[in-house]
């Protein structure tokens, strides 16, 4: 009798702890929407990534990146390499939370739910009250030690033409736009190292730069160590979504972007804490919405 009722519990417990990460299985009529037991999150080399553990900390301050350092994230935290593979787990099922740009399609299934109470948007990013943000900034080694045309250019980043590009482009605008002067040096040519996530609107930005200046040409590499480029001199200024923070470099922030949490449409989950995030991707807790 005993054997038999260890081997009842063993495939017991083996049957629970198969179910699937991202389990697409509905819960009860009562239960349906109002907890999320598991966390979708990007590959940890995604930038995205990166902004989302670095700035997601509990009530102690210790930040998900910092936890990951000595263990590894809950275990039932799925990571996926695309953040349309992301959304569509999401998609699927009640149960799921997870983080993408906040310029990403997100298609019917999908929605964007408050952190900390405040809504995920551009004005909101603007006006500083949603923290969930990650910086584009352009990277160079001393202000001083800039050619006049990469000066000009950083001027011409402030300006009200380039803050309407990087509104359009669906980014934040960082401070008040500037007037802007012509440049009127000798200089033609400029060289701008970018990461391919930063490549598309600092283009966009140079062809703006390119037109208001006739004669002058931006040449744009992209490159995913901008900083070790910048450095050694290969280009003045480096365009990128992930500096460190080096101190041997500067940096000027010029536009920002929003990390979104997105949870299946018709879950009840419509605002989640930084602490309750923590406490799902770190200790597996599961968000109890209602």
């Known amino acids: 009798m005993k054997k038999r009722l260890f081997s009842v519990v063993y495939a017991t417990v083996m049957l629970c702890t198969a179910i699937p990460v991202c389990s697409c299985a509905q819960n009860s009529e009562d239960e349906e929407g109002k907890v999320i037991r598991y966390g979708c999150a990007l590959s940890s080399a995604t930038e995205t990534c990166q902004t989302f553990e670095t ?7 210790t930040s998900i990146a910092e936890k990951r350092k000595s263990s590894p994230l809950a275990p039932y935290v799925t990571e996926y390499g695309t953040e349309k593979e992301l959304i569509t787990a999401v998609g699927q099922s009640f149960e799921v939370v997870g983080y993408v740009s906040l310029r990403m399609p997100l298609g019917e299934n999908v929605n964007m739910t408050t952190v900390n109470n405040v809504t995920p948007s551009v004005d909101n990013i603007e006006n500083g009250t949603y923290a969930l943000v990650r ?5 160079y080694t001393a202000y001083d030690t800039l050619t006049p045309l990469a000066k000009n250019f950083l001027s011409f980043i402030g300006c009200d033409e380039t803050h309407a590009i990087i509104k359009n482009e669906g980014y934040a605008r960082v401070g008040e736009s500037l007037a802007y002067t012509a440049y009127r040096g000798m200089e033609t ?20 730069f390119e037109e208001k200046n006739r004669g002058v040409e931006v040449i744009i590499e992209r490159d995913e ?9 290969a280009a003045e200024l480096g365009a990128t979504d992930g500096w460190d923070g080096a101190e ?40 109890e919405t209602i």
């Open 135 to 139: 910086p584009l900034e352009l990277i």
């Open 189 to 208: 040519v400029l060289r701008i190292s970018a990461t391919d996530y930063s490549y598309p609107l600092i283009r966009n930005i140079s062809n703006a």
């Open 248 to 287: 041997e470099l500067c940096a000027t922030r010029y536009a920002e972007d929003g990390v979104c949490v997105v949870v299946k449409k018709e879950s009840k989950c419509k605002n989640v804490t930084f602490e309750q995030l923590y406490r799902l991707y770190v200790e597996g807790l599961p968000i």
């Open 55 to 61: 700035i997601v900390k509990n009530s102690d301050g």
């Open 225 to 233: 160590n901008t900083e070790e480029t910048v450095r050694g001199g």
